[in-house]
């Protein structure tokens, strides 16, 4: 296996780039007329759906290679849901992980109605997430298709930098974040479940480019009938 490509430090030289100019551009005040609302679109909708894309690096004890990753993630009003997310590399094992994402930061906020005001701030700090998930591997890479399959554990953290604000984004579309994250999968050799042939437990550092949607029904709508009418 190779080492780390150069072509990674570039990467990851344009990813902390991109995260400060977001970081530039949203610490500003939210909105000109007034703090923001502390919710900021989440509950148009009950279900928010996040497509991202982007890479990282595969760290294996001594050795790093890049790798690509691909996500879906589900969140019902933005705080919790399961997700789906992809990493591989022609010279690195893929990995395919399947587990549920919490934003913590954010639902225990609302309840105490706690928000700086500012939007980009707001978003950025509730954002922080604990993923807990399993791990299918080897699924590409080299030696894939004779290697044994198996299970790992996976746990990561993340944290978005938003770089389109919901307030300025109209219909399902709800903005643009460049996602940090860390991963750790580990599948030992001899753990039940885990691949035979070689220890590939890892950590996956990188960065996702994504976009949120809001989809479906608001069910946590009061009834019409409930509604006081305007006269």
Same mark, same amino acid.
């Given at each position: =296996?190779? *080492?780390?490509?150069?072509?990674?430090?570039?990467?990851?030289?344009?990813?902390?780039?991109? +995260?400060?100019?977001?970081?530039?551009?949203?610490?500003?005040?939210?909105?000109?007329?007034?703090?923001?609302?502390?919710?900021?679109?989440?509950?148009?909708?009950?279900?928010?759906?996040?497509?991202?894309?982007?890479?990282?690096?595969?760290?294996?004890?001594?050795? +790093?290679?890049?790798?690509?990753?691909?996500?879906?993630? &589900?969140?019902? $009003?933005?705080?919790?849901? *399961?997700?789906?997310?992809?990493?591989?590399? *022609?010279?690195?094992?893929? $990995?395919?992980?399947?587990?549920?994402?919490?934003?913590?930061?954010? #639902?225990?906020?609302?309840?105490?109605?706690?928000?700086?005001?500012?939007?980009?701030?707001?978003?950025?700090?509730?954002?922080?997430?604990?993923?807990?998930?399993? &791990?299918?591997? #080897?699924?590409?890479?080299?030696? +894939?298709?004779?290697?044994?399959?198996?299970?790992?554990?996976?746990?990561?953290?993340?944290?978005?930098?938003?770089?389109?604000? #919901?307030?300025?984004?109209?219909?399902?579309?709800?903005?643009?974040?460049?996602?940090? =994250?860390?991963?750790?999968?580990?599948?030992?050799?001899?753990?039940?479940?885990?691949?035979?042939?070689?220890?590939?437990?890892?950590?996956?550092?990188?960065?996702?480019?994504?976009?949120?949607?809001?989809?479906?029904?608001?069910?946590?709508?009061? *009834?019409?009938?409930?509604?006081?009418?305007?006269?």
């Amino acid at each position: =296996m190779r *080492p780390l490509a150069p072509q990674l430090a570039l990467w990851s030289r344009f990813v902390l780039a991109l +995260a400060l100019a977001g970081a530039t551009l949203g610490a500003s005040p939210a909105r000109a007329d007034g703090p923001g609302d502390g919710i900021y679109r989440r509950f148009d909708t009950d279900l928010a759906l996040h497509l991202a894309a982007g890479g990282g690096a595969w760290l294996d004890g001594a050795e +790093a290679r890049a790798t690509t990753l691909v996500e879906l993630r &589900a969140r019902v $009003v933005d705080a919790a849901g *399961p997700f789906v997310a992809f990493q591989g590399a *022609p010279d690195a094992p893929g $990995v395919l992980v399947a587990g549920i994402e919490l934003r913590p930061l954010w #639902p225990a906020l609302f309840l105490v109605n706690r928000f700086t005001g500012h939007e980009w701030l707001d978003l950025f700090l509730q954002s922080l997430s604990v993923e807990l998930g399993v &791990a299918v591997l #080897p699924l590409g890479g080299p030696d +894939a298709l004779d290697a044994e399959r198996g299970l790992g554990l996976a746990v990561g953290l993340g944290v978005d930098v938003p770089l389109v604000l #919901p307030s300025r984004t109209q219909g399902a579309f709800r903005g643009l974040a460049l996602r940090l =994250m860390a991963r750790r999968v580990d599948a030992t050799p001899g753990y039940r479940a885990a691949p035979e042939e070689r220890d590939l437990s890892h950590w996956t550092i990188g960065a996702t480019l994504g976009a949120s949607f809001g989809v479906g029904v608001r069910a946590s709508d009061e *009834p019409a009938r409930y509604r006081v009418r305007e006269r």
